[in-house]
C-alpha cells in the first residue's frame, strides 16, 4: 500500500533562511505526488506536483521539491522563508490505479519567526 | 481563478440529526471528492463520485453517509444519523478530466462539523 511519512510535525525558521520540510513515501510504482498547503481557516491549495516528468518540480510562492527515487524522498524546499509561508503543510501520494484517491501525510506546522 | 466553495463553513448539530454539506466544484470538472479531517489527524479519503456515480468509497463512507449531485452545479454529502465522532473537518475536491488532469484535485475551505 501506498503512504508518505512526514518526518517533521513543526519547523520553526526565521524570516529570511531557508525552509526544508521533509517527506518520504512508500510505493510499489512511481508515484505522482503533491504537496499541498493550509492557512488558518482557509482550504488547501496545491503548492506544486510531480508526476514523473523533471525531477525538480516548481511551485507556486517560491517553492520548489525534489523527487528522489532512490531515497524515496518528495522535500519541499524554498530558499527564503517569509512570514506568510507560516501554514500548515502535507505531502501527499496519489493512488496507482482506480480514481486516484489522495492519501495524505500528517501535516508539519511551519512557524516563520520576524 | 476558478475555485470550489463549499457551505455552511461552520454547522453544528445534535447527535442524532441528519446533515447536508454543499460543495460547487469548478465547472469544468468530472471527478468529485469528500475527504475528512478529524482535528489532529490525518486528511482521509471519504468517497469518490464520477458521472453520478460513486466510483471508490473508504471503510469510512458507511451506510450514515450518501452523496448526491442534485443538479449541473452542486455536489452533496450528507450524513443520515450524526455521531459525535463525525465531527471533523470535511473538504470537497474535484478534478478536470483523464490522465494527469485527474490527478490533481482542488479542495474547497472546508466545512467544520461539530456534533454534540
Known amino acids: 500500500a501506498q503512504s508518505v511519512t512526514q518526518l517533521d510535525s513543526h519547523v520553526s525558521v526565521s524570516e529570511g533562511t531557508p525552509v526544508l520540510l521533509r517527506c518520504n513515501y512508500s510505493s510499489s510504482y512511481s508515484p505522482s505526488l503533491f504537496w499541498y498547503v493550509q492557512h488558518p481557516n482557509k482550504g488547501l491549495q496545491l503548492l506544486l506536483k510531480y508526476t514523473s516528468a523533471a525531477t525538480l518540480v516548481k511551485g507556486i510562492n517560491g517553492f520548489e521539491a525534489e523527487f528522489k527515487k532512490s531515497e524515496t524522498s518528495f522535500h519541499l524546499t524554498k530558499p527564503s522563508a517569509h512570514m506568510s509561508d507560516a501554514a500548515e503543510y502535507f505531502c501527499v501520494v496519489s493512488e496507482i490505479g482506480g480514481y486516484n484517491k489522495l492519501i495524505f501525510g500528517a501535516g508539519t506546522r511551519l512557524a516563520v519567526h520576524p | 481563478e476558478p475555485e470550489v466553495t463549499q457551505t455552511p463553513s461552520h454547522q453544528v448539530t445534535q447527535m442524532g440529526q441528519e446533515v447536508i454539506l454543499r460543495c460547487v466544484p469548478i465547472s469544468n470538472h468530472l471527478y468529485f471528492y469528500w475527504y475528512r479531517q478529524i482535528l489532529g489527524q490525518k486528511v482521509e479519503f471519504l468517497v469518490s463520485?464520477?458521472?453520478?456515480?460513486?466510483?471508490?468509497k473508504s471503510e469510512i463512507f458507511d451506510d450514515q453517509f450518501s452523496v448526491e449531485r442534485p443538479d449541473g452545479s452542486n455536489f452533496t454529502l450528507k450524513i443520515r444519523s450524526t455521531k459525535l465522532e463525525d465531527s471533523a473537518m470535511y473538504f470537497c475536491?474535484?478534478?478536470?478530466?483523464?490522465?494527469?488532469?485527474?490527478?490533481?484535485?482542488?479542495f474547497g475551505p472546508g466545512t467544520r462539523l461539530l456534533v454534540l
Open positions: 463520485f464520477y458521472n453520478n456515480e460513486i466510483s471508490e
Open positions: 475536491a474535484s478534478s478536470e478530466g483523464e490522465g494527469a488532469t485527474r490527478e490533481t484535485q482542488y
